[in-house]
């Protein structure tokens, strides 16, 4: 039970409990521990960091012990809070105590298991969990990429789309899940970028139209050559446009069509490589690109990344889908 002196309770003795903190003084910004990452790289870390404050002599001591608790999190900061009252008199006792906490569990082997542990957290996006799930997956040695699909998808928001795909359309091999997942974070980020164009609709100062004026406004063909440019954007995007976002002028057989009459300039790559027999495929679906069947040639990932590098070397664009129609090729 909290005492009403509790307040005073320190872990540190009153040597440098009741020294002050240098004025202006803030701990540097680093990634808080948690008790699961290397507890002697954290240290190394922290030391270097504290490195560049301005306290020195007693005070140094003061604000190495005192600005330790403010880079824990979860198990290790319960830890912290828990030391005994006036149990620690300087940093290296701090530290001693922190490796014989922490050390035993930096040596335990991580194993599948473990993967389980690795949850969708509130308002987290789906990269974000995915790149997070995979840094914890490689750690484990010798895992086997199939053990790895139940756990993620258990992780998963149990309202997203992407867990109830793959709760009803089980996949056999990780990459399927992985390619699943790239799919819904396509999804995502357009949602996001149209939920950003409207916030910027919203808190314009501009007078908003009419809607029986906005349906007189002539149709505006997309700039082909601005989509390519724009999901390059940041240094590279792997994930190309959607055909639809061009606005090319034919359907599907048109733009096949054009990258045949590109010759050798056109790339195209095998298509990934199945484990399943063909019966176990979709063969509702099929890919005209790579004349495979299991997905449909708008999804095709490859086609995709093959438009946009033709657009963007000059050779794909509203004119040469006429060619790719009548057979033809020209100058745009």
């Known amino acids: 039970m909290a005492t009403p002196d509790s307040y005073a309770d320190s872990p540190f003795t009153d ?3 009741i020294v002050a903190l240098p004025k202006g003084f803030s701990v540097p910004t680093m990634t808080l521990f948690n008790g699961t990452a290397n507890s002697c790289h954290y240290i190394s870390e922290y030391k270097q960091k504290m490195m560049v404050t301005t306290a020195a002599g007693a005070s140094k001591e003061t604000c190495m012990c005192k600005g330790f608790g403010s880079t824990l999190s979860g198990a290790a900061l319960k830890w912290f809070v828990s030391l005994p009252n006036k149990f620690i008199s300087s940093f290296a006792e701090l530290v001693n ?76 091999r990780f990459e399927e899940v992985q390619q699943q997942a790239i799919v819904a974070l396509t999804l995502e980020e357009d ?13 314009s100062r501009k007078i908003p139209t009419d809607k029986k004026e906005d349906k007189t406004k002539p149709y505006s063909t997309p700039n082909i050559n601005k989509v390519a440019e724009n999901s390059q954007q940041g240094g590279g995007s792997k994930y190309p446009p959607r055909l639809a976002e061009y606005g090319f002028t034919t359907g599907i057989e048109g733009l096949l069509k054009a990258l045949r009459d ?13 484990d399943r027999p063909n019966d176990d495929r979709d063969h509702s679906k099929r890919c005209e690109y790579h004349q495979n069947i299991g997905y449909k040639t708008e999804d095709c990932f490859m086609l995709r990344k093959e438009v946009r590098f033709q657009v963007r070397k000059g050779n794909l664009g509203p004119s040469v889908i006429i060619w790719g129609q009548a057979g033809t090729r020209g100058k745009q």
């Open 97 to 172: 105590a922190f490796n014989q906490k922490f050390e035993s569990i930096r040596r335990t082997p991580k194993q599948p298991s473990d993967l389980y542990r690795i949850v969708q957290e509130i308002g987290e996006s789906i990269k974000d969990y995915v790149t997070r799930f995979n840094t914890e997956k490689v750690a484990i040695r010798g895992y086997d990429t199939s053990t790895a699909i139940n756990p993620f998808r258990q992780g998963l928001d149990k309202d997203s789309d992407l867990y109830k795909e793959l709760t009803m359309h089980p996949c056999e």
């Open 262 to 274: 590109l010759g050798d300039q056109v790339r195209c790559p095998k298509p990934p490589t199945e």
């Open 15 to 17: 040597a440098i409990a």
């Open 191 to 203: 949602i996001l970028s149209r939920k950003g164009t409207l916030a910027f609709d919203r808190t």
